[in-house]
């Protein structure tokens, strides 16, 4: 069961990110080896936003909490933390965006890199629900890791076939509703 979790998760925060990868990959000219390495520095990003967040996470439940309530409080704020996150994606989603049909020749790491550190306080959340749920920390930041650095090479990848406007809503609002019925899902098992 947790193993499942944690892939919902992972799925949705990767979901985040390949949004925003949509969004720059539909400006660029040609795609080069720049969008593998982005792929791998939001991976690492990611993965230390969620690890960050699981010693917050098992830290906030240790010692006297932790031995008297801490199944119902484990599940209720693990499942409060992710609704609030997966809210914010849908907000994201549906709120009125402006897309920039300003091209680049390459991948602009700086700016990717930016964005992307916007993002890691979703993993950051995340990370803190997964730490007090006790769920396995290698599980979760390779995971976390693995589905970034994919979706964020698919984003690239995605955005300048197809354009970015209508994939990113929809990614974002994918996540965002993955990570509200992980939420849910936490409250009733």
């Not at 539909?26 to 010693?55: C, P, S």
């Not at 700086?110 to 599980?139: E, H, P, W, Y």
């Not at 965002?176 to 098992?189: F, K, N, S, T």
């Amino acid at each position: 069961m947790h193993a499942m979790f944690i892939l919902l998760i992972s799925i949705a925060l990767a979901l985040g990110i390949f949004s925003a990868a949509v969004q720059r990959g539909a400006n660029i000219v040609k795609l080069d080896r720049r969008m593998a390495e982005m792929g791998v520095i939001a991976g690492a990003l990611q993965l230390l936003a969620a690890a960050a967040g699981y010693g917050i996470g098992h830290w906030i439940l240790s010692g006297d909490i932790q031995r008297t309530k801490s199944a119902f409080l484990a599940h209720v704020l693990a499942g409060v933390l992710l609704a609030v996150v997966g809210a914010r994606m849908l907000m994201v989603a549906f709120q009125k965006k402006t897309l920039f049909e300003h091209r680049m020749e390459k991948i602009d790491m700086k700016a990717d890199v930016l964005q992307t550190l916007k993002l890691c306080v979703n993993s950051l959340l995340a990370g803190v629900a997964c730490g007090i749920m006790r769920f396995n920390l290698l599980s979760v930041i390779l995971t976390v890791f693995a589905a970034t650095a994919v979706c964020s090479v698919i984003g690239y990848i995605s955005g300048r076939a197809y354009g970015g406007e209508q994939s990113s809503r929809i990614a974002d609002a994918v996540g965002g509703g993955l990570l509200c019925a992980v939420g849910v899902l936490l409250q009733i098992l």
